[in-house]
């Protein structure tokens, strides 16, 4: 199935963006915290 250009720029313009190219300081901070939740939850006895 061909896809006309203007409906193909949308798709990437929907999934690209600042964050997919950089994630800058922010992203960064972002995945420390999710990082620093998974360890604690895998130190927890139960995996919970």
Do not use: C
Request: glycine share 6%; hydrophobic share 35%; no cysteine.
């Amino acid at each position: 199935q061909e896809l006309a250009d203007d409906i193909i720029e949308r798709h990437i313009e929907l999934y690209v963006n600042d964050f997919s190219v950089s994630l800058g300081e922010t992203g960064r901070k972002a995945v420390d915290v999710l990082r620093t939740h998974w360890k604690r939850l895998m130190d927890r006895p139960d995996g919970d």
